[in-house]
């Protein structure tokens, strides 16, 4: 049954367009992968002789397979033990805008041994990411010029400049991307996932996403679910297309600040170490003071409020900062600026890999979903919400607003078309303008038969699809836990395992030994745990305690 389901989809689905998965009566066949051939890395990828690369060819635009190809890195860490070789264990630890080309490197972990053993451990670089058809909206000197400022409660001036930048910046994405920007997104995602599938030599696919890549993982398992073998769900975003993406990033904004409350809590109960105040509103009045300082004048030169709210935000994703952070602000505030320098100064040589996280990040929401248009629906949700969530909501805002002046597919093919215009004086540039006059006459035409682009609606048929297992923490700031509950009432026959108490991003092969149990037995021997299972908290960090490594694994690009 999963495989006559699969095969169904795929022959549907192989012309879906760039922003939505309807088929069409006479669609082409869906494009074949051919076999991965992995050799040696290149050295910009920074992998020792341990691991293998290869890399694996998609269509740009799966509507038309024959048409324009991309090129996928892809990394790989052989099974440890051959006798015991389960198959590839793809994994993707979220953004959208992260890399997975260092996962077979955590074979090397101890709390990873025994799945490197069994699974080739597989790393690859999403379509934008990395040299995975780099995407680029600003350049990345702009991207990272520093200070900057950062405002719970804005004023109308503020709003004004962060509103110019948000349009110049979606400006720039359509000038540096043309007509391929629509085809970074969601669904285009999990189509090059089984592409990857395929060409591992795999019949069916074992999959581990965290965070934004619980979400292509469900479209995935949505669009191919005879082609699933085992997946993991690690910090589940909500898939509601309701949700997708502006209600998710306003429900974020809420459960970050019950996290910020959680550090401050916990930073007032050490208060012999860190000196900060013996209760919550002692220490938000440390930070605050931290923030007017910075914003008169910025450490280093470089390090504004900004860079300090960037740096602290991290406290929300994981509990392994919580140290980190409180050493930084207690030494700032009592004359020992070098720790927060340590951890919030900006450091040039990441300026390009930071530009292209988060140009792909803006694309692929951008292109997933329908957002508010008007700038005074943004700014009334985003006024309400911060009235009693002020910690992450505007930053949020403005991290997404390029959204509000995001192109549709026949704007961008325009763009393209102008820039291959001012570029034919030159006497090889003819088939430039011929190509994008065309992309541009394609646009127009799916334009007119697709409409606006929708989420893919997540779900499954009982039955259709093999027992998958989620993992969420129930204070879990990035993916909020109801996401979880969500996406299982839509995946019919999966497990859910909940973190009680606890709000870290990112569980599986972690701090806590209950999920990693559940994780390692699902992976290892397709073990199922009740519908609904439960796990202590971790414990939590102690004065002085540095953050790992593994620890950070599944850190999202947001």
Not at 70 to 97: C, D, K, W
Not at 233 to 248: E, L, T
Not at 306 to 315: D, H, N, P, R, V
Not at 512 to 541: D, I, M
Request: with cysteine.
């Amino acid at each position: 049954m999963y495989g006559t389901i699969g095969s169904l989809m795929v022959t549907a689905l192989a012309t879906a367009p760039a922003g939505g998965v309807t088929g069409a009566p006479g669609a082409p066949p869906a494009p074949v992968a051919h076999r991965l051939e992995f050799g040696r890395c290149a050295p910009v990828e920074h992998l020792p002789s341990s691991v293998e690369c290869g890399t694996l060819t998609v269509p740009l635009d799966y509507a038309h397979p024959d048409g324009r190809k991309i090129h996928l890195t892809v990394s790989r860490a052989r099974a440890t033990a051959r006798g015991e070789r389960q198959g590839a264990l793809v994994f993707n630890p979220g953004g959208p805008g992260a890399s997975s080309m260092e996962f077979p490197l955590y074979g090397g972990l101890p709390r990873w041994s025994k799945l490197a053993r069994a699974y080739d451990f597989v790393g690859y670089a999403p379509r934008g990411v990395g040299r995975s058809a780099p995407l680029s909206c600003q350049d990345p000197g702009a991207f990272a010029k520093a200070p900057t400022d950062s405002r719970m409660h804005p004023d109308a001036a503020f709003k004004r400049k962060k509103v110019a930048e948000a349009r110049a910046y979606a400006r720039g994405c359509v000038r540096r991307a043309g007509s391929a920007l629509p085809f970074y997104n969601s669904v285009n995602n999990a189509r090059d996932l089984d592409m990857l599938r395929a060409a591992l030599g795999e019949r069916r696919l074992t999959f581990m996403g965290a965070s934004y890549g619980t979400y292509f993982g469900a479209v995935y398992a949505t669009l191919f679910p005879g082609h699933v073998r085992r997946m993991i769900f690690d910090s589940v975003v909500n898939p509601d297309p309701r949700q997708v993406w502006y209600r998710n990033n306003l429900d974020q904004d809420v459960a970050f600040e019950r996290r910020w409350g959680d550090w401050l809590r916990w930073v007032a109960r050490h208060n012999g170490q860190y000196h900060l105040g013996t209760t919550r509103q002692a220490v938000q009045r440390a930070y605050n003071t931290a923030v007017t300082k910075l914003r008169r004048t910025p450490l280093s030169g470089k390090i504004g409020v900004g860079q300090l709210q960037s740096a602290f935000l991290k406290t929300g994703y994981n509990d392994a900062f919580w140290p980190l952070r409180a050493e930084a602000l207690s030494g700032y505030l009592h004359g020992d600026p070098k720790p927060l320098i340590a951890q919030a100064l900006p450091r040039p040589a990441g300026a390009a890999a930071e530009e292209n996280s988060a140009a792909v990040y803006t694309a692929v929401e951008c292109n997933d979903a329908r957002w508010p248009r008007s700038w005074q629906t943004w700014n009334r949700d985003n006024t309400e919400i911060a009235r009693t969530a002020p910690f992450e909501t505007w930053d949020n805002a403005w991290m997404n607003l390029p959204c509000a002046f995001w192109p549709d597919r026949a704007e961008s093919a325009d763009a393209e078309l102008d820039a291959a215009a001012h570029r034919a004086d030159r006497p090889e540039a003819g088939g430039d303008l011929v190509n994008a006059a065309d992309r541009t006459a394609d646009a127009a035409l799916d334009g007119a038969l697709h409409g606006q682009r929708r989420p893919l609606d997540v779900h499954t048929a009982p039955g259709a699809l093999p027992p998958v297992l989620l993992l969420a923490a129930e204070r879990d700031a990035a993916t909020p836990y109801r996401g979880a509950v969500e996406l299982q009432q839509r995946l019919p026959g999966s497990s859910l395992v909940t973190e009680n108490g606890a709000g870290t991003h990112g569980i599986a092969f972690n701090d806590n030994a209950c999920v990693t149990a559940y994780a390692e037995a699902y992976l290892l021997h397709g073990k199922v745990p009740a519908r609904r299972v439960y796990c202590a908290p971790r414990a939590e960090p102690v004065p002085g305690q540095q953050a790992t490594r593994s620890q950070q694994h599944a850190l999202p690009g947001k």
